[in-house]
């Protein structure tokens, strides 16, 4: 970092110029730029243009090169339980029914509580920003506990307002879980980093009277809606006993289909189900690694895609993945997408990168602000190291970045034009605290372990 007061006051003042090796803008019809450097002025991207005209140009508060890396848009995890990341590994090798009955809901009837979800958004924060995610859409219990530890860290977060129609320790019944989020929503109204939706947990645990009341809920504050959905058999084949309908179609009747609904999953549908979903207008959130360790099955990505659907990736919980890594999800989602269709050309690395990025930004509403490195959006960065030997040679930045890179090769993070994580340290977390928080729950969890 270098201080350029000293250069000729003719220059116009930033107060952060970033220049990289490369930029991987993920702006429409926007080549690699190579040699290039982000302006930022109160968090917000000015300009992008040649380094030597940069240099001329503007007079920066803080310099930062970054000769051996790329610079990507923060990259977004469009579906997620931060508030489970201190249940990694609590019960793997499980399928999805038996995983949820006898382990993870016992556990969390145990040990959720406000500040237990506090401490454990603060670790997946953690994690999420050393990895170069800067956004998070959240479904889970305590949303103004979660976003104190948002705000924390310093993340962008979608934080889901969860309901269900049985009781937990956060609240009693289905309108309970309405007003209780309604009241956090109100809580961070003016936070110009937290976002919200109604987050109806799935299909199997929400009545049709509660999607009515979401529905209306919906679109009188003009929220989005995020849920899961057909991640499994059993899931359909129980919402056809019970309702006659496969769960995709009992949404749509209810209307809860459209641009503002995200869901999370998406494994097994049938084609007109796909042209369902592109022409509401509805986006998917592909959890490929959470879906495989719970042996829900392969979402069929490369057949939504060429439906028209917007999907982007999520990692799921930490609980069932268990990492909360975009750079795994892309490199796996493109692999699978190409191994299930028989065809190396499907879901190319640049596509990779737009659903981890600019196609997450879009299912949130957020495209207008993040996704992509363009003039007027927010600086939500992140630098990608390319000299290490395992990153070495490099002939194509974007297919090094999800064939080659890990989250381990991320040096810095920034949210809002705001250096958030630079090489191991984090500008609002303490490791010790990280530590602390570990120590004091894993105790607590253990005796849930199978």
């Known amino acids: 970092m270098t201080n350029l007061s000293t250069l000729p006051h003719s220059t116009i003042h930033a107060d952060l110029v970033i220049e990289a090796h490369w930029i991987a803008a993920v702006a429409p019809d926007q080549p690699l730029l190579e040699n290039y450097a982000v302006v930022i002025q109160a968090g917000i991207i000015v300009e992008l243009l040649p380094q030597a005209e940069a240099k001329k140009k503007y007079t920066a508060a803080e310099l930062v090169s970054l000769d051996d890396h790329v610079l990507i848009p923060g990259l977004i995890n469009l579906h997620t339980h931060a508030g489970m990341s201190l249940m990694r590994g609590l019960a793997d090798d499980q399928p999805l029914m038996a995983w949820l009955n006898n382990h993870i809901w016992p556990a969390e009837h145990a040990v959720v509580s406000e500040r237990y979800v506090q401490d454990a958004t603060l670790l997946a924060c953690a994690e999420m920003l050393s990895g170069g995610i800067t956004c998070f859409n959240e479904m889970y219990f305590y949303p103004q506990a979660a976003a104190i530890s948002t705000n924390q860290a310093g993340m962008r977060a979608n934080l889901g307002l969860v309901v269900l129609d049985f009781p937990s320790a956060y609240a009693s019944d289905a309108d309970d879980y309405l007003q209780k989020g309604f009241v956090a929503h109100d809580s961070w109204r003016n936070d110009a980093l937290i976002t919200s939706s109604i987050a109806p947990h799935a299909p199997y645990t929400v009545s049709n009277q509660t999607f009515e009341s979401i529905v ?112 795994s999800e892309m490199r796996l989602g493109a692999l699978l997408a190409k191994g299930m269709s028989e065809d190396a050309s499907v879901l190319p690395a640049h596509q990779a990168l737009e659903m981890a990025t600019l196609n997450a930004a879009k299912a949130l509403g957020l495209d207008h602000k993040i996704g992509s490195i363009e003039v007027g959006k927010c600086a939500d960065l992140a630098a990608v190291r390319l000299s290490d030997l395992e990153t070495t040679p490099c002939y194509d930045p974007i297919s090094h970045l999800v064939y080659t890179c890990g989250r381990e090769h991320v040096t810095h993070t920034w949210v809002a034009g705001e250096l958030r994580y630079n090489n191991g340290l984090y500008a609002n977390i303490e490791p010790s605290e990280l530590k602390e928080i570990i120590k004091t729950w894993q105790p607590k969890l253990w005796k849930h372990k199978q």
């Open 216 to 327: 209306t809920y919906a679109e009188q504050l003009g929220l989005g809606i995020h849920t899961h959905l057909h991640e499994t058999r059993d899931e359909i084949a129980q919402s056809e006993a019970q309702y006659g309908l496969r769960p995709l179609q009992r949404l749509a009747e209810f209307g809860l289909l459209g641009p503002n609904f995200v869901a999370a999953h998406c494994v097994h549908l049938h084609n007109n189900e796909m042209e369902m979903l592109a022409e509401y207008g509805c986006h998917v959130a592909h959890c490929p690694t959470s879906n495989l360790k719970l042996a829900s099955g392969v979402a069929p990505v490369a057949k939504l895609l060429a439906a028209g659907v917007n999907v982007g990736f999520g990692t799921d919980g930490a609980a069932s993945n268990n990492r909360m890594d975009i750079f």
